[in-house]
Each structure stands twice: as C-alpha cells, then as structure tokens.
C-alpha cells in the first residue's frame, strides 16, 4: 500500500513507519522537516506546513492518509478536503481526552464529547495561526478540539475514516517522559518517592503496538472510531514500578507518600509525579479505566510490561542526556519531600 503520514517523526510518527516499512509498505511523509530521522531511508519526505502547504499533496495518490497531528478542525478539513478523491481512508490520531465525563468506569466510544464555544473555537484558532500551536497551548481546549477534528474528516469523507483515540501512549522515543520518568528514576536507585495507592490501576499503551495494529487496521481497510489503550485493571502503580526495578537491577526502595501529604506539599498529579492521578479528584476515576473492547476485537495487543519498561530506559540511555527529565520531580525536591515525609512519620 502507499501511506501517507502528515506529522512529524519524533514519536508515534517514526513507529507508524517504522511498522509500515516492516509490511512493506511505500511511505510518504508530509512535515516541517524539523524531526525527520536520517536512521529511516526509504522514505519519501515532502516538506511544508500543513497550514499553508497543502497544494504540495496535489495531483499524488495513496491508499491510505494517517494524520498524526490535527489539533484545530480547520486544517484537518482542508487535508480530508484535498484528498478526498485521492485517498481511500483518512486515519486521525485523537485522544480519549474527547470524553466529557470519565468520572465513571468503563467509558466507552459512544460516550458523550466535549462541546466547545465558537469563543474557544475562535481562541484556537488564532493560536493556531499564530504558529504557536503545540497541543499544551491549547489547555482545556484539547480535548474539544479533538472532536471538532474527527467530525471535519468524516464530514469530507464521509463513511472513509478511522478514528483511533489513545490513551497515554508510552515508550522509547516518548519526548514528554511522562513514562520515561520511572524507569529512568528508579534505575537511579536509592529511595524513590511513590505517589499514593500502590494498587491504583493505571492504563497506557505503548506506542510500536499503537503504531502496529494502526497499520493493520490500515491494511484490513477498517473505518470507524477506537478506543486504543491497554487493558484496564491490568497494570497498578505498584507493577510499573516494580517492573523498574527488576529491569533495571537498581537497588530502589519506594516510599509510598499518602495524597494529602502530596497535595500539602503541592505535588501535582500527571506531572509531577507522572502516571498518577489523584484518587480525591473524581471527575477523573473513569480516566484510567477507558473500554478498548472493540480494539481487541479488532486485533489491538499488549506487549510485556518489562518490554516497554526495558526499551524506554536502553532508549534514554543512548540520548547521552542528563536527568533532567520533562517530568516528575528533580532529585532536590524529592529528597526534600522525602525528608519531611519521615520527619511527619516518626
């Protein structure tokens, strides 16, 4: 088949054609060319803006389009509008952040989406124009504005789209290290602050199986929205956590810090301590525990947790960076919260 993947290659990107090349498929890239790896060949890349360079896609065909970075519906329409007669299916990259309520367990793909206000709408817009458009600028706005993108692909092509809406998706690669965090850590050894229940469930996926079964869904020409996470009730904090520690041999040992130490001492969930979030926050208990029924039905799998853990941190490895991760929490600060934890514990 020819694929053609609007994007970058910094993450999901680089593992979508990667899986593609491994079913030989031809593989076009359309980008800024600001993260296309050298370690691809094969690859044909088409440099352009996907705000104003669209015509560069004119007069091509593929079979299939995956769109790995629609953030505001009026570029994703333009895209699904200039293909529409020169692609057979348009695959967009959501998000289950789509929900408007995942207070609940088991939320599943007909479940309610956010709406958003044409103020919003229009707020998003001039971000968008303004060239400042990473998913983080949009905030709260993120998740409606999935939405708004899902409905403008299948309004130009009706019928021919496949939605596939991710969890937190993990694994090497990942730039935001809102997974990488742990391994890279707890490899570290020493004492580690854990956050909250050890047995609280977390849910996540890790981006090669994303990218493989997208691929296959791709080749087996399916339409349609999906949920795309790992099982849920399948992974606690307590097993990624341990899972580190195996995988790495460190010598770590957790300390597991209640949430209202935490929220005492203004540890934010998700970020400063990645994977977790607050059980005295129910507007998000249904979070982790999104229904992927219908992806398993439809071929979605789970590797290894230790697979996942292991390739992260050998990943991170060969960066020959520092540990100064983009999330959690500096060594300071946690020795810092560790100490007063003890002292208060007594």
């Known amino acids: 088949m020819k694929i053609l993947i609007i994007g970058g290659t910094r993450f999901v990107g680089r593992h979508l054609v990667t899986a593609a090349l491994a079913s030989n498929h031809e593989v076009t890239l359309f980008n800024r060319g600001l ?8 690859v044909e890349s088409i440099h352009g ?27 994703v329409k333009a895209a699904a509008e200039l293909l529409s ?24 793909e007909s479940a309610s989406r956010k709406i958003l206000t044409q103020e919003q709408l229009d707020k998003a817009n001039a971000i968008n124009e303004s060239g400042q458009g990473s998913a983080a600028a949009y905030g709260d706005m993120y998740g409606g ?22 969890g937190l998706i993990v694994g090497p690669y990942d730039y935001t290290d809102r997974f990488t965090y742990w391994p890279v850590r707890v490899a570290r050894g020493g004492e580690v602050l854990a956050p909250g229940r050890p047995s609280k469930f977390v849910q996540f996926i890790d981006a090669r199986d994303l990218a493989e079964w997208m691929v296959s869904m791709v080749e087996l020409r399916k339409t349609g929205i999906y949920n ?3 099982a849920p009730s399948t992974f606690t904090m307590k097993d990624v956590l341990d899972e580190c520690k195996t995988t790495s041999g460190s010598d770590a040992s957790f300390t597991w810090a209640d949430e ?45 947790l230790s697979e996942t853990v292991s390739d992260t941190l050998e990943w991170y490895r060969t960066q020959n960076v520092d540990d100064q991760l983009k999330a959690g929490i ?8 560790l100490n007063k934890w003890h002292e208060a514990h007594r």
Not at 35 to 42: A, G, K, T, V
Not at 145 to 166: G, N
Not at 330 to 337: A, M, N
């Open 49 to 75: 803006d996907r705000n104003s360079d669209l015509h560069k896609l004119s007069g091509r065909r593929w079979d299939a389009v995956i769109d790995t970075c629609g953030l505001v519906p009026g570029p």
């Open 35 to 42: 993260h296309s790896p050298e370690q691809l060949p094969h």
């Open 330 to 337: 500096s060594s300071d600060r946690e020795s810092e919260l």
């Open 228 to 230: 795309a996470n790992c």
């Open 260 to 304: 209202e130490f935490l929220f005492n001492e203004k540890v934010l969930g998700w970020s400063d301590m990645p994977l977790w979030l607050p059980e005295s926050a129910p507007q998000f208990n249904g979070f982790m525990f999104i229904n992927c029924d219908k992806a398993f039905a439809a071929g979605l799998t789970s590797p290894p």
């Open 145 to 166: 504005l999935k939405v708004l993108c899902e409905q403008a692909a299948e309004e130009d092509m009706p019928d021919r789209v496949l939605v596939i809406r991710p």
């Open 85 to 108: 007669e020169s692609v057979e299916r348009y695959v967009f990259i959501s998000s289950q952040s789509v929900y408007a309520d995942v207070s609940v367990l088991g939320v599943d």
